[in-house]
């Protein structure tokens, strides 16, 4: 990392704390153009961002996809990405401060790593990693919406204020629709994972902890779905599942190549 | 007597269709699966994955996949007549209340009513005897069905592999010839399981080419060129197999240094030469090898790109660019001596002269038959064939209705309340 990309780096990352900490007291004093305002913010720190991704694509001469930092650096980029985007089509602002948390956590625990660019080894040169990367992070980056959504549904319908059923309406639905979304290209991104496996290791499945933590996951998610469309769980519970369920993402993404050794996913690089 | 023998079983059909394809076994199997996944999520983060692949093949795995699997099959068995008629383009949300309306003009006739439809996204509309009708996601309800219909694929995939698969590892140096030869099968997993055949691949190797990143053991190439008996000739790289047949692939894996070894008398005669494939990369690993003929253990090290830095040698990249061969000779417990052997150079014992005139990669391939593979993607398949025909959401429908003479007609809508159209009222009480 060269110190014009680390001085942008952090840069980014203070606006994004900056404005997550901006959210989170126009919720507490009731200042709503304080809240509307720091998604601009966020979008400032998404252009720096891009700027990043870009800056390391270039230096690398591959797509930011090896080592723990690079993966932080793409994954937290699609989630505040998603972040704006639903926000914004969702008329929501405040979704920000329940996901964009998650970008700092990620972000935070790949710049603790190796943060030295790596070369595209002859293991993952294929067009399927590019396919299993693109649909992990979209379903990441998803999932992480659907619970930063959950985590503000939960704050606006605190018995004592609840917030207007119109908007609480929304925050639902905006639950249900990342959640669809994120169980779709999380079953493209095992899928595709799995074909990958079976070209690299020989085996379409062997059960790595982080094969089993994705599995889980996408369990889970699929757990949602079914209750939400069979069972008509909608509101506080929902939201409750997709906050506790977000912890077999981080697990699988990252805390798998924190916590054990063993794992034969690549980004235990760095 | 037959008639009375089967009515206890007749009578109590209905009642286990009914369990059997509720939606709350499916919850309770779904979180009962999720449980084993925690534990053997756990278990994973303290045991090799040997041991998480054993345990995840225990019977009660299977006894609840199984359960699954029915749940499933009876789901969509009770749902295949309203799949039918949704297909077929017959209203059928219109008996149910609905989500929303909108009012129209006035003077809307049938035929603009469908144009209007199509606008709001009700792509295709018909007339029926109450309006103008008109659905839209049409394919949605049969995503669904595929996407679960395609879990069946990959159990029978999973469970085929499990019975079936067979994978070989041979070594093979630049120059040989793979015949399929029990002796040149290094390692069978599953010995004898296949039970169905397909003749191995046969090949000679043309090339095996690392290349590594720096002086780093990182490589960011490692391909063999393969020559077959119909004269094709075909690359396969460390991440890209070449499949022989519908369930069989043959893969590179990994590599070594094969060096061949020459055996002379004093007079120059060659008494013994082979190729040797050792244990010997990444440099630093040693090896050894005893000759046909002699009683001697001699110990290899191979240095792909020796340098001599401040008296010391040391390796410069892990290229073979001017390799030397360190050995040390020994027989029985007395050590004979050592040396660092550059290409053609000798080293003499006990009346024997040693030398390396060459060294060649040897690369190991996997040949594995795998009737699971094929299987489990035309599941995949299938299930992305669903999840796209899901994933403009769900199916809804809609309906206009004339108004009274001089009155605003009103279009009528079911479906999914984030698909409404913007304009339409939610009726109150609607699902």
């Known amino acids: 990392m060269t110190f014009q990309f680390a001085v942008l780096f952090w840069v980014t990352t203070v606006l994004y704390a900056l404005m997550v900490a901006v959210q989170i007291f126009g919720l507490v004093f009731r200042r709503e153009r304080w809240i509307e305002l720091a998604q601009y913010g966020v979008l400032v720190g998404l252009v720096f961002h891009t700027v990043l991704v870009a800056w390391r694509w270039a230096a690398t001469g591959h797509v930011p996809t090896i080592g723990n930092f690079e993966n932080a650096l793409v994954g937290s980029w699609f989630i505040a990405g998603m972040t704006l985007w639903a926000g914004w089509k969702q008329r929501f602002p405040l979704l920000a401060a329940g996901a964009l948390p998650f970008a700092l956590l990620i972000l935070g625990g790949g710049v603790l790593s190796n943060t030295a660019a790596q070369p595209m080894v002859a293991s993952l040169q294929s067009f399927w990693l590019y396919i299993h990367i693109f649909f992990a992070w979209l379903a990441y980056g998803a999932y992480t919406v659907a619970c930063g959504a959950g985590i503000s549904y939960l704050l606006k319908s605190r018995a004592k204020d609840p917030a207007p059923t119109e908007v609480l309406g929304r925050i639902d639905e905006l639950m249900f629709r990342s959640t669809v979304f994120g169980f779709i290209t999380d079953s493209v991104m095992i899928a595709a994972g799995s074909i990958w496996a079976k070209d690299l290791w020989g085996s379409y499945w062997s059960w790595d902890p982080v094969e089993t933590w994705s599995l889980l996951s996408w369990l889970v998610y699929g757990l949602a779905l079914h209750l939400r469309i069979t069972r008509g769980w909608r509101g506080r519970k929902l939201a409750w599942l997709l906050v506790f369920a977000i912890i077999g993402v981080l697990i699988s993404f990252w805390g798998v190549n924190v916590v054990m050794e063993g794992s034969s996913h690549i980004f235990n690089v760095g | ?431």
């Open chain 2, 1 to 431: 007597m037959w008639a009375r023998l089967l009515y206890p079983i007749r009578r109590r059909t209905p009642k286990l269709g009914r369990l059997l394809g509720s939606w709350k076994l499916s919850i309770v199997l779904m979180v009962v699966v999720a449980f084993y996944y925690g534990l053997l999520a756990v278990w994973a983060a303290l045991s090799p994955p040997d041991v998480v692949r054993r345990i995840a093949s225990l019977i009660p795995f299977w006894l609840v996949y199984a359960a699954l699997l029915i749940n499933t099959g009876v789901c969509l068995w009770r749902r295949l007549p309203a799949l039918q008629r949704e297909l077929r383009m017959e209203p059928t949300a219109i008996k149910t209340p609905p989500a929303a309306r909108i009012p129209t003009a006035a003077d809307l006739d049938p035929a603009h009513a469908g144009d209007t439809l199509r606008e709001l996204g009700f792509k295709n509309t018909d007339e029926v005897e109450d309006g103008v009708w008109g659905v839209r996601q049409r394919w949605a309800p049969l995503g669904t069905f595929l996407f679960h219909g395609a879990f069946f694929l990959v159990m029978a995939a999973v469970a085929l592999t499990l019975l079936a698969r067979d994978e070989d590892r041979v070594w093979v140096a630049v120059g040989e010839e793979y015949s399929a030869s029990p002796d040149q099968i290094l390692g069978r997993a599953r010995p004898g399981a296949i039970w169905i055949q397909q003749p191995p691949p046969r090949f000679v190797v043309e090339s095996i080419s690392p290349e590594f990143w720096g002086d780093l053991l990182l490589f960011t190439r490692l391909e063999a060129s393969l020559m077959f008996p119909d004269g094709r000739r075909e690359v396969t790289r460390i991440n890209r197999p070449l499949w022989k047949g519908w369930w069989t692939f043959l893969r590179l894996s990994g590599f070594g240094y094969a060096p061949r070894y020459e055996l002379t008398d004093r007079q120059g005669s060659v008494i013994e030469s082979s190729f040797v494939k050792m244990r010997v990369f990444p440099p630093g690993q040693r090896d050894f090898f005893s000759p046909e003929a002699f009683p001697h253990h001699i110990e290899v090290e191979v240095l792909p790109d020796p340098d001599l830095e401040d008296g010391e040698l040391v390796n410069r990249s892990f290229s073979l660019t001017s390799p030397a061969v360190k050995v040390l000779v020994s027989r029985g417990r007395l050590v004979l001596g050592g040396d660092v052997l550059g290409l053609g150079e000798s080293f003499e014992f006990e009346g024997l002269r040693l030398s390396f005139p060459e060294i060649r990669y040897w690369g190991e391939f996997a040949i594995v038959r795998d009737p699971g593979a094929p299987v489990l993607f035309v599941g995949f398949a299938i299930a992305f064939v669903g999840l796209l025909l899901k994933i403009g959401g769900g199916r809804s429908e809609a309906l206009w209705v004339p108004g009274a003479e001089g009155q605003t007609g009103t279009i009528h809508l079911w479906g999914p309340s984030a698909h409404l159209p913007d304009g339409s009222e939610p009726v109150e009480g609607a699902p």
